[in-house]
């Protein structure tokens, strides 16, 4: 059963929302287990957790992170469970590899009882909320998290305190191919981009209309135009393709885009409206089965 308390942050653990044995008749407390001990733990006993969504940590901010450490001490302790005779890190692996570039042997840790399930939310929960992971980043921590608690999307985003359409979209960029995720990661490809990308019928395309929309630094919304030319030829290939500064492209009309970004939004897949004064489609791009039965489940509860 997917733990809805998660949602709320890391401020669940960090008050003490799981106080150990305190308050249980007759328990003795170690300090480890009472809600208003910090321990301070040497830095070689704390090691990282392995569910850490974060991929390598910039060197930069790690030395500005260090610096303010030297100036103000760790204002937050780092959140750790047991793990042996060593504690493992659950939320807080930047500020402990900052102390040690501050050459801190000693460092304020909460320690808690926390199961595997509930250390692989909060690694993702106190990114999510509190850094900032690329979108694919996020994407795979949020498939990680899926395949760990056996969850649906719905209840993931509950876990992590989003919406189901914004896992959804995160979740739908893993299907785009490894050098367009790569342009993600780095920052040359915006989600915007990504999410249009995703909506070429043929899938061959999207490589080399990524590397094209780079070079020509399009706009989202250009991106958008080139990906329903590009549809257009592809499902009607006896029709010449529009040009994107072509009479068809000035001509349509504002409130024609403003359906079809509110269809995006709602639905949370690429949307594209084909109006005609005696005929007009609408078309909803699906990834996958799930997608289109996630779909179809939305469209058919309106």
């Not at 793990?83 to 890190?89: C, M, W």
């Not at 914004?166 to 893993?174: A, C, I, K, M, Q």
């Not at 492209?249 to 403003?258: D, F, G, I, Q, T």
């Given at each position: ?281 609408i078309q909803i791009e699906c990834g996958s089965r799930e997608e289109f039965e996630r779909i ?7």
């Amino acid at each position: 059963m997917v733990d809805r308390r998660l949602g709320r942050g890391l401020d669940f653990f960090l008050s003490g929302g799981r106080g150990g044995a305190k308050g249980k008749p007759g328990a003795e407390e170690t300090p480890a287990e009472k809600d208003s001990d910090t321990l301070e733990l040497d830095v070689k006993l704390l090691e990282p957790n392995p569910d850490q969504p974060r991929g390598p940590i910039d060197p930069e901010e790690l030395r500005e992170l260090a610096a303010s450490i030297q100036s103000n001490g760790i204002l937050q302790p780092i959140l750790a469970r047991k793990a042996g005779e060593r504690y493992q890190i659950v939320a807080g692996e930047r500020r402990w590899r900052a102390a040690q570039i501050a050459k801190l042997t000693k460092v304020p840790v909460l320690v808690r009882e926390i199961s595997d399930d509930d250390s692989a939310v909060f690694a993702l929960v106190e990114n999510v909320q509190r850094e900032d992971l690329n979108a694919i980043e996020k994407a795979k921590a949020f498939q990680q998290l899926q395949g760990k608690l056996e969850a649906t999307q719905e209840q993931v985003a509950k876990r992590v305190g989003l919406t189901r359409s914004s896992v959804t979209n995160f979740l739908r960029l893993l299907e785009l191919p490894a050098a367009v995720q790569e342009h993600v990661s780095r920052g040359t490809l915006a989600m915007g981009h990504a999410r249009s990308l995703l909506g070429l019928v043929d899938k061959e395309l999207i490589v080399p209309m990524a590397d094209e929309a780079i070079r020509g630094t399009w706009s989202v919304r250009a991106l958008e135009e080139r990906v329903r030319e590009a549809n257009e030829a592809t499902t009607q290939p006896d029709k010449p393709a529009k040009t994107s500064g072509g009479k068809g492209s000035k001509n349509r009309p504002v409130w024609l885009k403003e359906l079809e970004e509110t269809l995006m939004d709602n639905l949370a897949t690429p949307v594209n409206i084909r109006y005609g004064r005696k005929r007009s489609q609408i078309q909803i791009e699906c990834g996958s089965r799930e997608e289109f039965e996630r779909i179809f489940e939305r469209l058919k509860n309106v």
